[in-house]
T-cell receptor, first 112, second 114 residues
Framework: SQKIEQNSEALNIQEGKTATLTCNYT??????LQWYRQDPGRGPVFLLL?????KEKRKERLKVTFDTTLKQSLFHITASQPADSATYLC???????????FGTGTRLTIIP | GAVVSQHPSWVICKSGTSVKIECRSL??????MFWYRQFPKQSLMLMAT?????????EQGVEKDKFLINHASLTLSTLTVTSAHPEDSSFYIC??????????FGPGTRLLVL
């Protein structure tokens, strides 16, 4: 089964800087990879999807990259704001399936 | 995207009782829904896949007789935790399948078993 690791449990970044989160997987490269935001006591909220044939995807201050050789996705938040503080989860589909496997999550804190 | 609600948002019950959690799609008909469980500081773990009009498919290690899932309509799936024990205390989250690459998540239900 796929094992997914996110670089660190917690990450503190100064406001205005770029936050970079890492998602590594161990087995097969998935057809796509997703990033979610989860606030305390709430369900995940979808942010971005990147497919295996895409190197980079952007949405406003968010950027995701996908390197199937390294088996890694990077998630960047530029010009970070305290409101970006949350836990960020990456998720990969189970091979040939709609089901998702989630990473361990990174708790991001943007310090004013 | 679809709007998903869960009821109740939190529940406290005594050990040995059963608790039902509802997952509703307010504006989307979903033939497939998923139920996840999340323990503190851990990630979401898929418990089961709920298919409208048929039996749910459970992930390895999840007791189907303890976690009863009913998906009676395209807009409602229920999860019943039977004979709940303190170790069942967790955050339960449902999602709807919006297609191959899309899931819409509910706000979650916090269960505390005393």
């Amino acid at each position: 089964s796929q094992k997914i690791e996110q670089n660190s449990e917690a990450l503190n970044i100064q406001e205005g800087k770029t936050a970079t989160l890492t998602c590594n997987y161990t087995n097969y490269s998935p057809a796509y990879l997703q990033w979610y935001r989860q606030d305390p006591g709430r369900g995940p909220v979808f942010l971005l999807l990147i497919r295996e044939n895409e190197k980079e995807k952007r949405k406003e201050r968010l950027k995701v990259t996908f390197d199937t050789t390294l088996k890694q996705s990077l998630f960047h938040i530029t010009a970070s704001q305290p409101a970006d503080s949350a836990t960020y989860l990456c998720a990969l589909p189970v091979f040939g399936n709609e089901k998702l496997t989630f990473g361990t999550g990174t708790r991001l804190t943007i310090i004013p | 995207g679809a709007v998903v609600s869960q009821h109740p948002s939190w529940v406290i019950c005594k050990s040995g009782t059963s608790v039902k959690i509802e997952c509703r799609s307010l504006d989307f008909q979903a033939t497939t829904m998923f139920w996840y469980r999340q323990f503190p500081k851990q990630s979401l773990m898929l418990m089961a896949t709920s298919n409208e009009g048929s039996k749910a498919t459970y992930e390895q290690g999840v007791e189907k007789d303890k976690f009863l899932i009913n998906h009676a309509s395209l807009t409602l799936s229920t999860l019943t935790v039977t004979s709940a024990h303190p170790e069942d205390s967790s955050f339960y989250i449902c999602s709807l399948s919006g297609g191959w690459e899309t899931q819409y998540f509910g706000p979650g239900t916090r269960l505390l078993v005393l």
